[in-house]
């Protein structure tokens, strides 16, 4: 081939897991090959669409040229020669070869076993009426029927040929419900419940968009699949499952930020007022773009690690591969457990609605063929045993996957980028201006083969991850192993077979109508892992098919339904070449912490996602954490009356995290005119007033990340709040020692009383009031020679020094029981001092607020203000 500009190189270093081995590279048309110099070392045979990242680096200090190679099965090697030239030929070649114009250049296409695979069945593994009428369609239940409008793909070019539907649905009304969904992509059976006629559904969003538009042919559809248990020709029982509750779920893949996004667009989420069968979850799964961004983080933190040993390598003579240089907490940022919990938590929610409550799931995220192929096809691996054989695992890949039409060309970026090939910048010989023709001919090249690259996303690796979540923990349940998985994910780069090629079923099954489909020309994976030696090696050794026994009654009897635990979340770490304990460490935190799976929505007032004008008594709240049991305040839609009871008041979550940066604090944003004392002041929520029995909470100083609420600590600096500070604690300071002397007295009023209930405190009496009593924090004297007896110690309830109000006039503060009777009740916890005339005659105590103390005993002491109200004289 031209795009082979050397098809041998001698006396090339390969360098991988630390190991040095000097051998010869060979490039053929689909494969990059090193053959070691030692004979007993097995060849390195290499596909080009599984290389991710070429770097070509610049010549060491010993005159060799290193070029580093990253694949999608997450290994890293380098390959050193020992002339520039060669590794330019070689980078150049493999790049030829690897970045494709079209499909029909992969290797799946020139492939061709010898001998000949046993079993060339692959292609028809799955048979749609074979697989349904298993499930029970036509035979238990005559609720659903098949469907031929899709026969020539003319219906929805990526839907399958054949669909199920509700028996009472006429393709009319199918015709009619495909212009609200989002690529026609219609609601459409996938599971049957082997039990107790519990299905799950799937299809795209639909189409409300702005003007909040509506299909009755839809809702008719829904209503219909929501309503299968009871259809008038049903096989199906009539009567309820002991323990069994009907809650209908319409399952949204999406964040609600998301659903909302959309309708922008012209799509959205389903209005609930009009599926009055069923209730809305959102999961608050991520889109393809932050999956992308976390997995690079995974990949970008173990190629750091491989760099650190090739360096450590390099430096000492000793091997060092059993050192562990992989950053563990480089990982848990990633957030790739965290997406995987967020799978399983909605998961869970789909297996027990289906098999407890006996009830149907219908589950769509933007087009259906990401998000909603993750969950539809994991809930049934829980719900069949039938799915955990390999057999069954096959089926399952093909029906929910390739048939449905998961985008396998666009995710899995099989024709590759040029963007994946850097190298050091050649400077031009012949000037400047050669060197800006040469800049803006690359410039060209990398955006006109990029504009693929957005899309590629590890959707079905996280499928495959998931599923060995749910393996590591029922091993015994599965017929495969796990290495079985992991050929699966290397197949899935790999393009030696054409199974995961193209985007559709039809793509793969029509092609373009000038030469033979894809399916003929090239062999389906399934005929490779059918072969005896693959089976051999994927067999699990543990599988006890007897535990799936539904009618099984001994104990710990599960009837074959499998409920994963969304908390133990660990990496794959065979996947990734690693050890367990490098990976995971002995503990894995919680990873679902945080997971968005809120609470079933009934109506449009209940919905998150519906558009509506914000209201002014509603707070800005930080976004609680994700559950099946949301926080009542997620919902709060309606306005907040003043006068309304304290339980209909919104929780404010008590989430603190730090932040570097700078402190926050929940508090409402000042005013530039206020005072620096009222700042302190824990102010109430818009919607809320202070109470007796929160005048000593004090509010957390730092907001929940994406809560929204501004902060004032921004406005001052880090040196004013702590000089602030430091005058606050010197002032309470003093008003202790002030106080204390009071007591010596022997004036009994100044004892503080005891944290009561107190009579008349309603809400009409509170409504009544037009000011609110706050409470000042009570701050241990740092200059107290002795430990203080808080029991006897009043709180001080005088003006505060540092407020901006005009200072009153000097008045003996009142007891409190000088105080006049009124509708206001009184703080408990707080008492007044005495009237005690200062003598500065007799003040032999000095205070240094810049950070000197000089504190010696005294009877009397003077507390002045300045003229401004602002310090201490």
């Not at 080009?48 to 070509?56: A, H």
């Not at 809560?707 to 606050?728: D, E, H, P, R, T």
Request: proline share 7%; hydrophobic share 35%; with cysteine.
């Amino acid at each position: 081939m031209d795009a082979i500009r050397v098809s041998k190189v001698e006396s090339v270093v390969c360098t991988k897991g630390a190991v040095a081995s000097r051998g010869s590279i060979h490039l053929t048309a689909h494969h990059l090959i090193f053959r070691f110099d030692d004979t007993q070392k097995e060849e390195m045979w290499v596909p080009y669409p599984l290389i991710s990242l070429v770097t070509r680096l610049p010549q060491t200090l010993q005159g060799r040229c290193p070029l580093t190679f990253h694949t999608r099965t997450f290994e890293t090697f380098s390959l050193t020669f020992d002339k520039d030239s060669d590794a330019y030929d070689v980078f150049e070649s493999v790049k030829e070869l690897t970045v494709a114009e079209s499909v029909t250049q992969l290797y799946a296409f020139f492939f061709n076993p010898n001998p000949p695979y046993p079993t060339n069945n692959g292609w028809s593994v799955y048979s749609p009426r074979d697989e349904f009428i298993r499930m029970g369609v036509g035979t238990r239940t005559k609720a659903w029927r098949f469907t031929d409008i899709n026969k020539d793909y003319s219906f929805c070019a990526t839907y399958p040929t054949r669909l199920v539907i509700p028996t009472k649905i006429s393709d009319t009304t199918l015709q009619y419900a495909a212009r609200y969904r989002s690529k026609c992509r219609i609601p459409v059976l996938t599971y049957l419940h082997w039990a107790n006629f519990g299905t799950i559904t799937r299809s795209s969003q639909p189409m409300v968009g702005l003007t909040q538009n509506r299909s009755i042919q839809d809702e008719k559809l829904i209503e219909a699949v929501f309503q299968s248990h009871w259809a008038p020709d049903s096989r199906a029982s009539n009567q309820s499952v002991y323990g069994a509750t009907a809650t209908n779920l319409i399952i949204d893949a999406r964040p609600t930020a998301n659903a909302v996004a959309n309708t922008a667009k012209g799509a959205g989420t389903e209005n609930m007022d009009h599926y009055r069968e069923g209730k809305k979850v959102y999961l608050g799964i991520d889109h393809i773009h932050t999956m992308r961004e976390s997995l690079a983080k995974v990949i970008e933190a173990l190629r750091e690690a491989d760099s650190l040993i090739s360096t450590i390598n390099n430096d000492l003579s000793m091997q060092v591969g059993s050192l562990a240089v992989l950053d563990r907490q480089a990982l848990r940022r990633s957030g790739w457990l965290r997406h995987i919990s967020t799978i399983l938590e909605g998961i869970i929610l789909i297996v027990k609605n289906v098999h407890i409550n006996s009830s149907h799931v219908f589950i769509h995220c933007s087009d259906g063929w990401d998000r909603t192929a993750q969950l539809s096809s994991l809930s049934q691996l829980c719900l069949d045993p039938f799915y955990r054989t390999i057999r069954g695992f096959k089926v399952l890949i093909e029906k929910d996957w390739l048939s449905f039409g998961h985008k396998f060309m666009d995710r899995c970026g099989h024709l590759s980028s040029e963007k994946f090939f850097v190298s050091p910048i050649e400077h031009a010989g012949s000037g400047g201006a050669d060197a800006a023709q040469a800049f803006l001919a690359s410039v060209q090249n990398r955006f006109a083969s990029h504009s693929h690259i957005k899309e590629t996303s590890p959707i079905f690796h996280q499928f495959l991850e998931t599923v060995r979540q749910i393996q590591r923990r029922f091993p015994e349940r599965f017929e495969f192993n796990e290495r079985f998985l992991r050929q699966l994910h290397y197949h899935l780069y790999a393009c030696q077979f054409g199974t995961f090629l193209y985007n559709s079923e039809r793509e793969r099954r029509v092609g373009d109508g000038v030469e033979p489909p894809p399916c003929e020309r090239t062999i389906s994976v399934w005929d490779f892992l059918d072969t005896p030696a693959e089976m051999e090696q994927n067999q699990n050794s543990e599988y006890n098919p007897s535990l799936d026994d539904p009618v099984s009654r001994a104990p710990g009897a599960d009837m074959g339904v499998l409920l994963p635990n969304a908390k133990d979340v660990r990496f794959w770490h065979e996947l990734y070449g690693r050890t367990d304990e490098e990976m995971n460490g002995r503990l894995v935190p919680v990873q679902a912490k945080g997971t968005e799976v809120l609470g079933v929505t009934e109506g449009f007032e209940d919905d998150t996602a519906q558009l509506r004008p914000p209201s002014p008594y509603t707070p800005s709240l930080p976004t609680p954490e994700r559950s099946l049991n949301p926080s009542p305040a997620l919902y709060l839609t309606s306005p907040v009356s003043p006068d309304s009871p304290r339980e209909n008041w919104p929780i404010i979550p008590n989430t603190m995290i730090k932040s570097s940066a700078r402190k926050e604090s929940l508090l409402p944003s000042a005013s530039p005119s206020a005072g620096v004392g009222n700042l302190l002041r824990p102010s109430p929520w818009p919607n809320q007033r202070s109470s007796p029995d929160r005048t000593r909470v004090k509010p957390p100083e730092y907001p929940a990340p994406g809560s929204g609420v501004k902060s004032m600590w921004g406005k001052l600096s880090s040196n004013a709040s702590a000089a602030f500070s430091a005058v606050q604690e010197a002032y309470t300071g003093l008003a202790k020692d002030f106080t204390r002397e009071s007591n010596e007295i022997g004036d009994e009023r100044t004892e503080s009383r005891p944290r009561t209930s107190l009579e008349g405190w309603t809400e009409a009496s509170v409504a009544s009031q037009n000011t609110v009593i706050a409470s000042y924090p009570t701050v241990t004297n740092p200059w107290s020679t002795t430990k203080p007896d808080r029991a006897t110690i009043p709180r001080l309830f005088d003006e505060n020094p540092w407020s901006t109000a005009a200072p009153s006039t000097k008045q003996q503060v009142p007891s409190n029981d000088d105080l006049p009777t009124s509708s206001r009740p009184h703080d408990p916890t707080v008492e007044h001092p005495p009237a005690v005339e200062a003598s500065v005659s007799d003040a032999m105590g000095t205070l240094n607020i810049d950070g000197e103390t000089d504190i010696t005993t005294s009877r009397h002491l003077s507390v002045n203000r300045d003229p401004l109200g602002v310090g201490l004289v």
